[in-house]
T-cell receptor, first 115, second 115 residues
Protein backbone atom coordinates (compact mmCIF):
# COMPACT_ATOMS: atom_id res chain seq x y z
CA UNK A 1 0.00 0.00 0.00
CA UNK A 2 1.07 3.53 -0.75
CA UNK A 3 1.92 5.95 2.03
CA UNK A 4 3.18 9.48 2.49
CA UNK A 5 5.38 10.92 5.22
CA UNK A 6 5.26 14.56 6.17
CA UNK A 7 8.57 15.32 7.77
CA UNK A 8 7.54 18.34 9.84
CA UNK A 9 4.57 18.43 12.18
CA UNK A 10 4.83 22.19 12.66
CA UNK A 11 6.41 24.96 10.59
CA UNK A 12 6.41 28.51 12.00
CA UNK A 13 7.37 31.32 9.63
CA UNK A 14 7.13 35.07 9.45
CA UNK A 15 4.82 36.83 7.06
CA UNK A 16 6.26 37.35 3.55
CA UNK A 17 8.94 34.69 4.11
CA UNK A 18 9.21 31.67 1.79
CA UNK A 19 8.08 28.30 3.04
CA UNK A 20 8.56 24.65 2.10
CA UNK A 21 6.46 21.83 3.52
CA UNK A 22 8.06 18.45 2.95
CA UNK A 23 6.39 15.25 1.83
CA UNK A 24 7.93 11.92 0.85
CA UNK A 25 5.99 9.02 -0.66
CA UNK A 26 6.56 5.29 -0.82
CA UNK A 27 7.82 4.17 -4.18
CA UNK A 28 5.49 2.63 -6.73
CA UNK A 29 5.12 2.10 -10.46
CA UNK A 30 2.68 4.97 -10.74
CA UNK A 31 1.69 7.48 -8.14
CA UNK A 32 -0.86 10.24 -7.82
CA UNK A 33 -0.04 12.87 -5.23
CA UNK A 34 -2.00 15.74 -3.74
CA UNK A 35 -1.81 18.55 -1.23
CA UNK A 36 -4.89 19.53 0.74
CA UNK A 37 -5.31 22.48 3.11
CA UNK A 38 -7.57 22.62 6.16
CA UNK A 39 -8.25 26.02 7.68
CA UNK A 40 -9.38 26.13 11.32
CA UNK A 41 -12.82 24.62 11.85
CA UNK A 42 -13.27 23.84 8.18
CA UNK A 43 -13.17 20.89 5.83
CA UNK A 44 -10.35 20.10 3.42
CA UNK A 45 -9.69 21.90 0.15
CA UNK A 46 -7.57 20.62 -2.72
CA UNK A 47 -4.51 22.83 -3.24
CA UNK A 48 -2.88 20.98 -6.12
CA UNK A 49 -2.34 17.55 -7.62
CA UNK A 50 0.22 15.60 -9.59
CA UNK A 51 -1.08 12.90 -11.91
CA UNK A 52 1.48 12.89 -14.73
CA UNK A 53 3.35 15.24 -17.06
CA UNK A 54 5.18 18.31 -15.83
CA UNK A 55 6.85 17.74 -12.49
CA UNK A 56 6.21 21.31 -11.37
CA UNK A 57 2.59 21.69 -10.38
CA UNK A 58 0.94 25.01 -9.65
CA UNK A 59 -2.06 25.25 -7.38
CA UNK A 60 -4.32 27.78 -5.79
CA UNK A 61 -3.29 30.64 -3.50
CA UNK A 62 0.21 30.87 -5.01
CA UNK A 63 1.34 27.41 -3.91
CA UNK A 64 3.34 25.03 -6.08
CA UNK A 65 4.88 21.60 -5.64
CA UNK A 66 7.56 19.64 -7.43
CA UNK A 67 7.34 15.92 -8.05
CA UNK A 68 10.79 14.36 -7.71
CA UNK A 69 10.81 10.70 -8.63
CA UNK A 70 14.45 10.03 -7.75
CA UNK A 71 13.98 11.43 -4.26
CA UNK A 72 10.36 10.20 -3.93
CA UNK A 73 9.36 13.65 -2.77
CA UNK A 74 6.52 16.07 -3.41
CA UNK A 75 7.39 19.20 -1.44
CA UNK A 76 5.00 22.14 -1.27
CA UNK A 77 6.37 25.67 -1.63
CA UNK A 78 5.26 29.27 -1.55
CA UNK A 79 7.66 32.17 -2.15
CA UNK A 80 5.91 34.60 0.20
CA UNK A 81 3.33 33.59 2.79
CA UNK A 82 0.48 35.57 4.31
CA UNK A 83 -1.14 35.42 7.71
CA UNK A 84 -4.14 33.85 5.99
CA UNK A 85 -2.03 30.83 4.96
CA UNK A 86 -2.04 29.65 8.58
CA UNK A 87 -3.62 26.20 8.35
CA UNK A 88 -3.00 22.46 8.45
CA UNK A 89 -1.56 21.05 5.24
CA UNK A 90 -1.97 17.41 4.28
CA UNK A 91 -0.03 15.52 1.65
CA UNK A 92 -2.02 12.60 0.22
CA UNK A 93 -1.56 9.69 -2.16
CA UNK A 94 -4.10 7.79 -4.22
CA UNK A 95 -3.83 4.04 -3.90
CA UNK A 96 -5.67 1.38 -5.90
CA UNK A 97 -6.91 -1.43 -3.71
CA UNK A 98 -9.18 -4.17 -4.91
CA UNK A 99 -11.64 -2.40 -7.13
CA UNK A 100 -11.38 1.06 -5.67
CA UNK A 101 -8.98 3.94 -5.32
CA UNK A 102 -8.36 5.17 -1.81
CA UNK A 103 -6.94 8.53 -0.75
CA UNK A 104 -4.50 8.23 2.16
CA UNK A 105 -3.32 11.31 4.02
CA UNK A 106 -0.05 12.09 5.73
CA UNK A 107 -0.08 13.20 9.34
CA UNK A 108 -0.25 16.85 8.42
CA UNK A 109 1.94 19.92 8.86
CA UNK A 110 0.67 22.91 10.80
CA UNK A 111 1.86 26.07 9.10
CA UNK A 112 1.75 29.09 11.40
CA UNK A 113 2.46 32.47 9.82
CA UNK A 114 3.43 35.13 12.32
CA UNK A 115 3.37 38.90 11.76
CA UNK B 1 -18.48 28.37 -0.04
CA UNK B 2 -18.49 24.61 0.13
CA UNK B 3 -20.84 22.76 -2.20
CA UNK B 4 -21.04 19.84 0.19
CA UNK B 5 -23.37 20.64 3.06
CA UNK B 6 -23.23 18.79 6.35
CA UNK B 7 -25.72 18.97 9.21
CA UNK B 8 -25.61 19.39 12.08
CA UNK B 9 -22.34 21.30 12.52
CA UNK B 10 -22.17 20.27 16.16
CA UNK B 11 -23.74 17.30 17.92
CA UNK B 12 -23.55 16.21 21.55
CA UNK B 13 -24.99 12.82 22.38
CA UNK B 14 -25.02 10.28 25.15
CA UNK B 15 -23.85 6.73 24.74
CA UNK B 16 -27.41 5.41 24.56
CA UNK B 17 -28.68 7.94 22.04
CA UNK B 18 -29.45 7.39 18.37
CA UNK B 19 -28.60 10.27 16.05
CA UNK B 20 -27.77 10.85 12.41
CA UNK B 21 -25.34 12.99 10.48
CA UNK B 22 -26.44 14.23 7.07
CA UNK B 23 -24.56 15.24 3.96
CA UNK B 24 -25.87 16.71 0.72
CA UNK B 25 -24.24 17.62 -2.59
CA UNK B 26 -25.72 18.91 -5.83
CA UNK B 27 -22.68 18.64 -8.09
CA UNK B 28 -23.86 15.45 -9.79
CA UNK B 29 -21.11 13.44 -8.15
CA UNK B 30 -21.70 9.70 -7.98
CA UNK B 31 -19.17 8.87 -5.27
CA UNK B 32 -19.58 9.95 -1.65
CA UNK B 33 -17.37 9.40 1.36
CA UNK B 34 -17.34 9.52 5.14
CA UNK B 35 -14.08 10.37 6.90
CA UNK B 36 -13.37 10.56 10.62
CA UNK B 37 -10.84 13.09 11.90
CA UNK B 38 -9.56 13.17 15.46
CA UNK B 39 -7.93 16.32 16.79
CA UNK B 40 -4.54 17.04 15.25
CA UNK B 41 -4.75 13.89 13.12
CA UNK B 42 -5.36 13.31 9.41
CA UNK B 43 -8.76 12.22 8.12
CA UNK B 44 -9.32 8.47 8.10
CA UNK B 45 -11.58 6.89 5.53
CA UNK B 46 -14.66 5.12 6.90
CA UNK B 47 -16.98 4.42 3.97
CA UNK B 48 -17.22 4.97 0.23
CA UNK B 49 -20.43 4.85 -1.82
CA UNK B 50 -20.36 4.51 -5.60
CA UNK B 51 -23.65 4.87 -7.47
CA UNK B 52 -25.46 4.72 -4.12
CA UNK B 53 -23.93 1.34 -3.29
CA UNK B 54 -21.43 0.76 -0.50
CA UNK B 55 -18.09 -0.01 -2.13
CA UNK B 56 -15.61 0.42 0.73
CA UNK B 57 -16.09 -0.20 4.45
CA UNK B 58 -12.83 0.28 6.30
CA UNK B 59 -13.73 -2.18 9.07
CA UNK B 60 -15.79 0.42 10.85
CA UNK B 61 -17.69 -0.75 13.99
CA UNK B 62 -21.36 -1.52 13.43
CA UNK B 63 -22.41 1.31 15.75
CA UNK B 64 -21.78 3.47 12.65
CA UNK B 65 -24.31 2.74 9.92
CA UNK B 66 -24.07 4.57 6.59
CA UNK B 67 -26.93 5.09 4.21
CA UNK B 68 -27.12 6.60 0.74
CA UNK B 69 -30.81 7.14 -0.07
CA UNK B 70 -30.08 8.84 -3.40
CA UNK B 71 -27.21 10.26 -5.42
CA UNK B 72 -27.29 13.58 -3.56
CA UNK B 73 -27.63 12.43 0.04
CA UNK B 74 -25.43 10.52 2.43
CA UNK B 75 -26.31 9.75 6.03
CA UNK B 76 -24.35 8.33 8.91
CA UNK B 77 -26.52 6.76 11.60
CA UNK B 78 -25.02 6.66 15.07
CA UNK B 79 -26.04 4.31 17.88
CA UNK B 80 -24.44 3.29 21.16
CA UNK B 81 -21.32 5.32 20.54
CA UNK B 82 -18.34 5.50 22.86
CA UNK B 83 -16.58 8.65 24.09
CA UNK B 84 -13.60 7.75 21.88
CA UNK B 85 -15.87 8.22 18.86
CA UNK B 86 -15.85 11.95 19.51
CA UNK B 87 -14.33 13.52 16.40
CA UNK B 88 -14.94 15.65 13.35
CA UNK B 89 -16.86 13.66 10.74
CA UNK B 90 -16.21 14.82 7.21
CA UNK B 91 -18.31 14.07 4.18
CA UNK B 92 -16.84 14.32 0.69
CA UNK B 93 -17.99 13.73 -2.85
CA UNK B 94 -16.32 13.25 -6.23
CA UNK B 95 -16.79 12.10 -9.75
CA UNK B 96 -16.23 8.35 -9.87
CA UNK B 97 -12.70 8.88 -11.09
CA UNK B 98 -12.27 11.40 -8.30
CA UNK B 99 -10.17 9.33 -5.98
CA UNK B 100 -7.47 8.85 -8.60
CA UNK B 101 -7.54 12.50 -9.61
CA UNK B 102 -7.81 13.67 -6.03
CA UNK B 103 -10.78 15.86 -6.76
CA UNK B 104 -12.59 15.27 -3.51
CA UNK B 105 -14.91 18.06 -2.38
CA UNK B 106 -15.26 18.15 1.39
CA UNK B 107 -17.96 19.58 3.59
CA UNK B 108 -17.07 21.56 6.70
CA UNK B 109 -17.74 18.60 8.93
CA UNK B 110 -19.94 17.66 11.86
CA UNK B 111 -18.20 17.88 15.20
CA UNK B 112 -19.46 15.05 17.39
CA UNK B 113 -19.05 14.83 21.15
CA UNK B 114 -20.07 11.63 22.91
CA UNK B 115 -20.63 11.95 26.66
Amino acid sequence: AQSVTQLDSQVPVFEEAPVELRCNYSSSVSVYLFWYVQYPNQGLQLLLKYLSGSTLVKGINGFEAEFNKSQTSFHLRKPSVHISDTAEYFCAVSDFRGSNYKLTFGKGTLLTVNP
Amino acid sequence: DTEVTQTPKHLVMGMTNKKSLKCEQHMGHRAMYWYKQKAKKPPELMFVYSYEKLSINESVPSRFSPECPNSSLLNLHLHALQPEDSALYLCASSQLTGVRTGELFFGEGSRLTVL
